[in-house]
């Protein structure tokens, strides 16, 4: 819509630029003609004039004194010739009435947004009263500590019962290592005819637990070697029965051979 009404507003312009370039074009028109009849009339008289016959020439008289030359009339100024009345100017066309733009529709004004209600002040929490400091409970006396009974006295035991009961507890050892030796004897090694002896160290503390497992000699076939080691690590799990009341040691560093012989 505003495109359309911009150019008829350049036509209508156009339109009277043009009107009154005509207009005064055509004013013009009388003043050049008038002009032009004003400069022929310039024109002397006498170029119209008939030529006078030649008379003989008169003999000479006395000159008379020089009448005084007549004024020349004056010649009359030629009318003006009637101006051409200006024609009419053309009426300038009606511009077209803008169409009325539309009305853009009005918009609905928003709703106010309700205002958020005043959050009620919180209240200042009572400050609490200080309670008063515990008084310190008095250390109570440190009591004397027991002191540890003393343990019996170990009975004695003469060399040959202490000796006695040390190869007892070999043997026992010596004849458990050898069944399991029996029944962990590997299969391959059977299959293959492979036998050896593997000489094992370890420490029997007095509970009968066991500790520093060595393998001090092998038997040359790795095999071997490691099924000794897991008679005592697998079947008999690192311990054996305790130390009798005639051995008397803490611990006891023992060494013992692992055979496997096919029978």
Same mark, same amino acid.
């Given at each position: ?18 009107? /009154?370039?005509?207009?005064? +074009?055509? +004013? ?7 002009? *032009? ?11 119209? =004039? ?34 051409? $009345?200006?024609?009419? $100017? ?21 709703? @106010?947004?309700?205002?958020? $209600? ?46 006695? =009961? ?12 050898? *069944? ?5 004897? @590997? ?6 005819? +492979? ?14 637990? /066991? ?11 790795? /095999? ?6 897991? /008679? ?9 029965? =305790?130390?009798?009341?005639?051995? *008397?040691?803490?611990? +006891? ?11």
């Amino acid at each position: 819509m505003q495109r359309s009404s911009v150019i008829a507003t350049l036509l209508t312009t156009f339109i009277y630029a043009l009107i /009154i370039a005509v207009a005064y +074009w055509l +004013w013009l028109q009388p003043i050049e003609k008038q002009e *032009q009849q004003l400069r022929t009339v310039d024109l002397n008289m006498a170029m119209f =004039a008939a030529p006078t016959p030649q008379q003989p020439e008169p003999k000479p008289e006395p000159k008379p004194e020089p009448k005084p030359e007549p004024k020349p009339e004056p010649k009359p100024e030629p009318k003006p010739e009637p101006k051409p $009345e200006p024609k009419p $100017e053309p009426k300038p066309e009606p511009k077209p009435e803008p169409k009325p733009e539309p009305k853009p529709e009005p918009k609905p004004e928003p709703k @106010p947004e309700p205002k958020p $209600e005043p959050k009620p002040e919180p209240k200042p929490e009572p400050k609490p009263e200080p309670k008063p400091e515990p008084k310190p409970e008095p250390k109570p006396e440190p009591k004397p500590e027991p002191k540890p009974e003393p343990k019996p006295p170990k009975p004695q035991f003469s060399a040959v019962q202490v000796m006695n =009961a040390e190869q007892a507890y070999l043997s026992k050892l010596h004849q458990q290592i050898i *069944q399991y030796a029996q029944d962990t004897y @590997p299969n391959r090694a059977k299959r293959r005819h +492979w036998e050896g002896d593997v000489m094992l160290s370890f420490t029997i503390n007095a509970d009968g637990k /066991i500790q520093n497992l060595q393998l001090e000699d092998s038997s040359g076939r790795d /095999i071997l070697d490691k099924a000794a080691l897991e /008679i005592i690590t697998e079947k008999m799990q690192s311990r054996f029965m =305790a130390f009798p009341e005639q051995i *008397q040691r803490n611990n +006891w560093t023992i060494r013992v051979p692992v055979s496997y012989r096919l029978h």
